[in-house]
T-cell receptor, first 114, second 113 residues
Framework: AAGVIQSPRHLIKEKRETATLKCYPI?????VYWYQQGPGQDPQFLIS???????DKGSIPDRFSAQQFSDYHSELNMSSLELGDSALYFC?????????????FGQGTRLTVV | DQQVKQNSPSLSVQEGRISILNCDYT??????FLWYKKYPAEGPTFLIS?????DKNEDGRFTVFLNKSAKHLSLHIVPSQPGDSAVYFC????????????FGTGTRLTVIP
């Protein structure tokens, strides 16, 4: 079965550079979530989109932005990267139809800022 | 402020015995709870969930119990198998409609053959 696909799997950037992470949700899923998991930390919710509109915002820095496109894929744009942005970034998707369903996660993008 | 807490960072259990993983939460608005299993270098994998209208949900070897008054839930794995060794995250979702998940810090389960 198709799963959530994230690209790239690994990314190395220098401080102050820009990075773009991509997420392709499971087909027919209408909600995308982004999470950041720092070393030794639990996943922290960043932002979510439902039907291409931002639905909720968590602890996402102002240097980050995200959007969901017409084909439901999402991109997380990160500018002015800092060393502390080094983390595993997970995307998850779910189908939301007034019934709670679980979110399915991608394998994550490991971002290393040097 | 951590709204979902897993106070045991690790747990070791003999194969065939019961594994009990615990999770506490503080937000009374949470009404949907999930357990995820995570292997190294992989994304979390959904394991089992429970709605706040229930106090128990069972799926094969996995059972989740919810005690709303205590704001506590637990995951029981019976019998435990070596393949169950992973990090288990408890997650909760509130009633605001956004469905974003709040995660605990995880418990690393090691099942000893």
């Amino acid at each position: 079965a198709a799963g959530v696909i994230q690209s790239p799997r690994h990314l190395i950037k220098e401080k102050r550079e820009t990075a773009t992470l991509k997420c392709y949700p499971i087909p027919r899923h209408d909600t995308v979530y982004w999470y950041q998991q720092g070393p030794g930390q639990d996943p922290q919710f960043l932002i979510s989109f439902y039907e291409k509109m931002q639905s909720d915002k968590g602890s996402i820095p102002d240097r980050f932005s995200a959007q969901q496109f017409s084909d439901y894929h999402s991109e997380l744009n990160m500018s002015s990267l800092e060393l502390g942005d080094s983390a595993l970034y997970f995307c998850a998707s779910s189908f939301t139809d007034r019934v709670r369903t679980e979110a399915f996660f991608g394998q994550g993008t490991r971002l290393t800022v040097v | 402020d951590q709204q979902v807490k897993q106070n045991s960072p690790s747990l070791s259990v003999q194969e065939g015995r019961i594994s009990i993983l615990n999770c506490d939460y503080t937000n009374s608005m949470f009404d949907y709870f999930l357990w995820y299993k995570k292997y190294p270098a992989e994304g979390p994998t959904f394991l089992i969930s429970i709605s706040s209208i229930k106090d128990k949900n069972e799926d094969g070897r996995f059972t989740v119990f919810l005690n709303k008054s205590a704001k506590h839930l637990s995951l029981h794995i019976v019998p435990s198998q070596p393949g169950d060794s992973a990090v288990y995250f408890c997650a909760a979702s509130d009633q605001t409609g956004a469905n974003n998940l709040f995660f605990g810090t995880g418990t690393r389960l090691t099942v000893i053959p």
